[in-house]
């Protein structure tokens, strides 16, 4: 059982950092193994429009991190996304990371990942977490990785009023997710 978690916060101590290290810890107690990316320590170029992906159907031709993580994503069993939302939207540089699953989707708009991957987000906001604004940029942005097939598992908002003690509705929650995301 592989887990890859894809880290999109740059903020140490940040609450979706949090969260989602209980979801990682949660997965590894049920035994999967767990490999992180972190978006902010990443060489992460963003989509050019080349094409060269679909004409050959192959994953991204440019030279940066996303190599190794869609190595990764090939053999993996289920992804976890985390994402600050800046200004509305899932933060910047979790768009281009985004973006650059393009490769996934064959010209006959087949999709090249193999299907039932399992999915879980974190999106945290300084607004309330039961803000309604922002539930359809979040479900605009999963559309991307379960129009690939992957299977949503779970999703936590994390608001600026949030509690995310240790025994609380949202860690609770995360243990959960990580359970489900470890498990076969």
């Keep these: 059982m592989k887990l890859v978690a894809v880290l999109g916060s740059s903020r140490e101590g940040s609450k979706s950092k949090a969260v989602a290290q209980r979801i990682i810890d949660s997965a590894k107690a049920k035994g999967a193994q767990v490999e992180i990316y972190e978006i902010d320590k990443m060489n992460l170029k963003g989509?050019?429009?080349?094409?060269?992906c679909r004409k050959n159907g192959t994953d991204c031709v440019l030279n940066d991190d996303m190599?190794?993580?869609?190595?990764?994503?090939?053999?993996?069993?289920?992804?976890?996304i985390t994402a600050p939302n800046?200004?509305?939207?899932?933060?910047?540089?979790?768009?281009?990371?985004?973006?650059?699953?393009y490769c996934l989707t064959n010209a006959d708009r087949t999709q090249r990942l193999r299907p039932?991957?399992?999915?879980a987000a974190v999106f945290a906001q300084g607004a309330p977490q039961d803000y309604p604004k922002y539930v359809p940029h979040y479900d605009w942005y999963l559309s991307t990785f379960t129009g690939k097939g992957m299977e949503l598992?779970?999703?936590i908002t994390?608001?600026?009023?949030s509690d995310i003690s240790e025994n609380g509705e949202i860690m609770t929650k995360a243990e959960e997710i990580g359970c489900a995301l470890g498990s076969i």
């Design 153 to 155: 598992v779970g999703s």
């Design 47 to 52: 989509c050019v429009g080349c094409g060269s």
């Design 67 to 80: 190599k190794d993580y869609f190595k990764s994503l090939h053999s993996c069993d289920s992804l976890l």
């Design 86 to 101: 800046y200004y509305s939207m899932p933060a910047g540089q979790m768009i281009t990371f985004m973006n650059r699953h």
């Design 158 to 161: 994390v608001g600026g009023d």
């Design 116 to 119: 039932g991957i399992r999915l």
